[in-house]
């Protein structure tokens, strides 16, 4: 029998997570405290780690291929410069306590979140878990930080 474990599932899994802590984030910008800082940190931890991982252990064990080529990676990874830039706008605002302007970067972070995500789970996330080994992906899933 295959191993039935999925990168796309796991790491859908932290998108969904990086997501309740942009909820949060949210909530406290509304109520224009200062607070907003705390769930920024803790998010921007999470994101910088999801992205780095990916950068650097995910996208160059999956192979360009029909399905996915290297543009389509070459993609992703200006997608994270892009929600880097609007993370640093993000804190520059929360620390001036610019809440309007924050609440607009952090909207700014939804959108781009959303999209990127799709393309990864429905795009690198697959290809990953259709070319790699089930021991290779439970490795790397182990590298990522939090085992499976």
Same mark, same amino acid.
């Given at each position: 029998?295959?191993?039935?474990?999925?990168?796309?599932?796991? @790491? %859908?899994?932290? !998108?969904?997570?990086?997501?309740?802590?942009?909820?949060?984030?949210? =909530?406290?910008?509304?109520?224009?405290? +200062?607070?907003?800082?705390?769930?920024?940190?803790?998010?921007?931890?999470?994101l910088d780690h999801h992205m780095e991982w990916e950068e650097?252990?995910?996208?160059?064990?999956?192979?360009?291929?029909?399905? @996915? %080529?290297?543009? !389509?990676?070459e993609s992703l990874t200006i997608d994270h410069e892009r929600? =880097?830039?609007?993370?640093?706008?993000? +804190?520059?605002?929360?620390?001036?306590?610019?809440?309007?302007?924050?609440?607009?970067?952090?909207?700014?972070?939804?959108?781009?979140?959303?999209?990127?995500?799709?393309?990864?789970?429905?795009?690198?996330?697959?290809?990953?878990?259709?070319?790699?080994?089930?021991?290779?992906?439970?490795?790397?899933?182990?590298?990522?930080?939090?085992?499976?």
């Amino acid at each position: 029998m295959a191993d039935p474990f999925s990168l796309d599932d796991f @790491l %859908a899994e932290d !998108h969904k997570k990086i997501d309740e802590y942009l909820i949060f984030l949210v =909530r406290a910008l509304e109520k224009n405290s +200062a607070d907003a800082a705390r769930p920024l940190q803790t998010m921007a931890e999470r994101l910088d780690h999801h992205m780095e991982w990916e950068e650097k252990v995910l996208f160059p064990a999956v192979p360009p291929s029909p399905r @996915l %080529a290297s543009r !389509h990676v070459e993609s992703l990874t200006i997608d994270h410069e892009r929600i =880097r830039r609007v993370m640093n706008e993000l +804190a520059s605002a929360i620390s001036h306590r610019q809440f309007s302007e924050a609440c607009h970067a952090a909207d700014d972070l939804r959108v781009f979140l959303q999209g990127h995500n799709r393309d990864e789970e429905y795009g690198i996330y697959v290809e990953a878990d259709r070319v790699l080994g089930a021991s290779e992906r439970r490795r790397m899933a182990e590298s990522f930080g939090r085992a499976p």
